[in-house]
């Protein structure tokens, strides 16, 4: 059998051939016809704002329990002994219950805190002109001027 050899030949002259083939071959695997290439990936760009903290403000209806959290949109009531916030109230429509009495809490974290203040305050039965809403009204208006009075200016409360 006869062995061939269809390589370059392994003198001198095929040693620089095959040495410049290479080093052409070289050349070219690290650019592109002579240009560099280069990929360059940007981090992106995260802007974080500062957290907006909302305070809880709510309003209770007396005559079913219930009170609404307007910062939330939530309904917060007693179920079973527990808690229940949700989208909506619980055996009555929204209409209907914000058409009932309501009142202006002045408390700001939850409802289980104050409620059974909330309720020997304002009882199921509470409507606006009660007692309660009397003295809070005489509260706004201030005390009875009696110098007013003497100068023959009408009080606030005569009409």
Not at 16 to 35: E, F, K, N, P, T
Not at 40 to 45: E, G, L, S
Not at 49 to 74: C, F, K, T, W
Not at 97 to 122: C, G, I, K, T, W
Request: positive net charge; charged residues 15%.
């Amino acid at each position: 059998m006869k062995n061939k050899n269809y390589f370059l030949k392994t003198n001198s002259l095929g040693f620089v051939l095959s040495a410049a083939l290479l080093a052409a071959l070289a050349g070219c695997a690290g650019s592109a016809y002579g240009q560099d290439v280069r990929i360059t990936i940007t981090p992106p760009v995260v802007v974080v704002a500062p957290p907006v903290v909302v305070q809880d403000d709510y309003v209770y209806y007396p005559g079913y329990g219930i009170y609404y959290n307007s910062g939330r949109h939530q309904y917060a009531y007693l179920q079973g002994g527990a808690w229940v916030n949700a989208p909506a109230p619980r055996g009555v429509s929204i209409d209907v219950l914000r058409a009932s009495p309501s009142v202006n809490m002045d408390f700001h974290d939850s409802p289980a805190n104050h409620h059974d203040a909330m309720v020997r305050q304002y009882p199921k039965n509470w409507k606006p002109g009660s007692a309660h809403q009397d003295h809070k009204e005489n509260l706004k208006a201030g005390p009875p001027d009696d110098k007013r009075k003497q100068s023959g200016q009408p009080d606030a409360h005569s009409h």
